[in-house]
């Protein structure tokens, strides 16, 4: 079975500051994909990563996959109130039916 | 970004009733689609793998009775809880991945809260 960690679990943080959130497994992924929850909504895309040490920019959030494409990272610079939500990395999901495969989950709340 | 749509986004039923939920992709064709558990402050929890036309796949410990899946076409997969009882509560998500070539991203509905009384 695959399994994603996520840490840290929980993270509170005032607004201005940095964060990065990991994503790590034993196991190799085709692709990684980070997604957003909000409460009592479907989870949102942010990016997906596909190549070992691909490094992507989304504004203020960098997320990076390992060079052996079983661990990823998620930085936010200068955290904002409407970063505050559940962020959740997905590994898998290549062609065909292959199915994602969800961490953990990192829930963060950013503090006015 | 493509859309997924879920239907309803809640549903309060009694214990010992049927509940059907749907998700349609409305902008592309959806050859697989995923259906997911989701208990309070936890992450998902895949239940079932839709194919289009054929049996679903379930996850080890889902009783495949209990959860009917339908994938009829390619645009459409529902998922019934069947039977209901108050631990079948909960919020449940699906996904859909564009079956054109090179996209590897899932999309999801915006879930359904079912509460069993």
């Known amino acids: 079975t695959q399994l994603l960690e996520q840490s840290p679990q929980f993270l509170s943080i005032q607004e201005g500051e940095n964060l990065t959130v990991y994503c790590n497994s034993s196991?190799?992924?085709?692709?990684l994909q980070w997604y957003r929850q909000e409460p009592g909504e479907g989870p949102v895309l942010l990016v997906t990563v596909v190549t070992g040490g691909e490094v992507k920019k989304l504004k203020r959030l960098t997320f990076q996959f390992g060079d052996a494409r079983k661990d990823s990272s998620l930085h936010i610079t200068a955290a904002q109130t409407g970063d505050t939500g559940l962020y959740l990395c997905a590994g898998g999901g290549g062609f065909g039916n292959e199915k994602l495969t969800f961490g953990t989950g990192t829930r963060l709340t950013i503090i006015p | 970004g493509a859309v997924v749509s879920q239907h309803p986004s809640w549903v309060i039923c009694k214990s010992g009733t049927s509940v059907k939920i749907e998700c349609r992709s409305l902008d592309f064709q959806a050859t697989t689609m995923f259906w997911y558990r989701q208990f309070p402050k936890q992450s998902l929890m895949l239940m079932a793998t839709?194919?289009?036309?054929?049996?679903?796949?379930?996850e080890q410990g889902v009783e495949k009775d209990k959860f009917l899946i339908n994938h009829a076409s390619l645009t459409l997969s529902t998922l019934t809880v069947t039977s209901a009882h108050p631990e079948d509560s909960s919020f449940y998500i699906c996904?859909?991945?564009?079956?054109?070539?090179?996209?590897?991203?899932?999309?999801f509905g915006q879930g359904t809260r079912l509460t069993v009384v």
């Open positions: 996904s859909a991945r564009d079956r054109a070539v090179g996209r590897t991203e899932a999309f």
């Open positions: 839709s194919n289009e036309g054929s049996k679903a796949t379930y």
């Open positions: 196991s190799v992924f085709s692709s």
